[in-house]
């Protein structure tokens, strides 16, 4: 069992930056592929990136390549999602979630945790 909170959502200007990070529980943080999604109002929840269990793969949307990174830190359980030039469509609820494979997951069925979400708003 995994438990996921994520921390770091707000209110930033068009242009702005934000670092979202999520905090996992567990001693097998290492063996799972994380990823972060988001969902915007009246919208589907969309992929967003992704980040092998080593962190040596990554893979993102297209909408949000070139500006936001993800990464890990296995030794603090710990996966972020640094945003960068944000534009007021990346408004949504972020989610981090967790997927018991060492591969990386673009779907919402591969992965087997969710957190709460962290809300994330653009202002024009």
């Known amino acids: 069992q995994v438990q996921l909170v994520e921390s770091g959502g707000g209110l930033v200007q068009a242009g702005g930056s934000l670092r979202l990070s999520c905090a996992a529980s567990?001693?097998?943080?290492?063996?799972?592929?994380m990823g972060w999604f988001r969902q915007a109002p009246g919208k589907e929840r969309e992929f967003v990136a992704a980040?092998?269990?080593?962190?040596?793969?990554?893979y993102y949307a297209v909408s949000v390549n070139g500006r936001f990174t993800i990464s890990r830190d296995n030794a603090k359980n710990t996966v972020y999602l640094q945003m960068n030039s944000l534009i007021p469509e990346d408004t949504a609820v972020y989610y981090c979630?967790?997927?018991?494979?060492?591969?990386?997951?673009?779907?919402?069925?591969?992965?087997?945790?969710w957190g709460q979400g962290t809300q994330v708003t653009v202002s024009s």
């Open positions: 980040i092998s269990w080593s962190g040596e793969s990554t």
């Open positions: 979630a967790a997927r018991r494979s060492a591969g990386l997951g673009s779907l919402s069925y591969e992965f087997d945790y």
């Open positions: 567990g001693r097998t943080f290492s063996r799972y592929a």
